[in-house]
């Protein structure tokens, strides 16, 4: 047993041997094990993340920078389907094209 950086240890993992009667689905595959176990949600292999891109000084795969940048794209889509043509960036606009779309009328649909 040896620990990681995160101060986990790492137990090695010998599958059961068929002779002791265990089946073949519930046999550990065999390798390096983390203990306590990997996280489990979205949240906390973010978390994991960005402690390890800081660890590196690296930046974050959800940097604020980047999600600023997808957000930008999302809104010129937006801008673009109001213009009916190119939305240029950055964007110089100071409202949300798909609200003030929406508020005009201007989106198709279903009929109700």
Known sequence: M?????????LRAEPESP???AAESDRIPPGPRLW???PQTHYERAIEHLVASLD????????GRRV??????????WESARRCGRAHLPL??????????????QLGGLAE
């Open 2 to 10: 040896d620990g990681d950086r995160h101060g986990r240890n790492r």
């Open 19 to 21: 002779a002791r009667g």
């Open 36 to 38: 306590p176990p990997a």
């Open 56 to 63: 590196a000084g690296e930046e974050p795969i959800i940097s």
């Open 68 to 77: 600023l940048r997808g957000t930008e794209l999302t809104f010129a889509s």
């Open 92 to 105: 110089e606009i100071d409202d949300n094209p798909l609200e003030a779309m929406y508020e005009a009328g």
